[in-house]
């Protein structure tokens, strides 16, 4: 029913462990598969993947052309599209399915930081809320397939915040819905940015993203200040 779409590149430190949860949280007989589509990684996470028991498929870099390939290769008639570097809840598919016979048509999950820090904290406990501005990529998305088609997948135009710009466009064709299991995403970045500046950085590319700074200037923006 339910086929895992994981987007990697260079993700060998994470992917093993990953797709071991995601069997062991996963209720038995709702996931039809684990695709890991990867985008060119330069270490073993192909290698790690493919032993792991995962459907491994090759795809140029970019998390929205990696996620649009692996949903042509997925048979499931729900996708759900998880971050390397993202846990999700323990019975994650049986919420997922429990959410669409009630007629929900594309969701979320709630979702934390593995680091308590306070500003971390505040930016999980606002994911609890509808609107678009707090939404983002580490609360997965689970949708069905036709609705996903529907809508023409990600904008492989968008090269940063690809996550972002779809959720709009499902919205005006299908019910979405934010879950209140939590998924639990890797603060590593910010730990190694530190978290007050990943903040502001992060702030300030979806402010630029809003008023319609092109793609190319918050690419080069990001790679600038992030490390």
Not at 41 to 62: H, I, M, P, Q, Y
Request: proline residues 3%; glycine residues 8%.
């Amino acid at each position: 029913m339910i086929s895992v779409i994981v987007p990697t590149y260079n993700e060998e430190t994470n992917i093993a462990s990953l797709l071991a949860l995601i069997e062991e949280y996963s209720t038995q007989g709702l996931i039809t598969e684990t695709i890991v589509v990867d985008g060119g990684s330069s270490d073993n996470t192909v290698e790690r993947a493919f032993v792991s028991g995962a459907k491994v498929v090759l795809s140029d870099k970019g998390r929205a052309k990696q996620m649009n390939r692996g949903a042509r290769k997925a048979s499931g008639s729900l996708l759900y599209f998880l971050h390397a570097d993202s846990i999700p809840p323990m019975n994650f598919d049986r919420f997922i399915c429990e959410a669409v016979k009630k007629g929900s048509h594309a969701g979320c999950f709630r979702m934390r930081f593995d680091n308590r820090h306070l500003f971390l904290r505040i930016a999980g406990w606002f994911t609890r809320f509808p609107s678009n501005w707090c939404r983002g990529g580490d609360q997965s998305l689970f949708i069905t397939k036709d609705l996903f088609q529907k809508v023409g997948g990600f904008s492989e135009d968008h090269i940063i915040l690809e996550d972002n710009e779809i959720i709009p466009r499902i919205k005006a064709s299908g019910r979405f819905v934010v879950l209140p299991e939590q998924i639990i995403t890797s603060a590593r970045r910010f730990e190694k940015n530190g978290v007050v500046r990943l903040q502001a950085i992060f702030a300030l590319i979806h402010i630029g993203y809003r008023i319609g700074i092109p793609q190319t200037r918050l690419l080069e923006l990001y790679k600038r200040l992030v490390h």
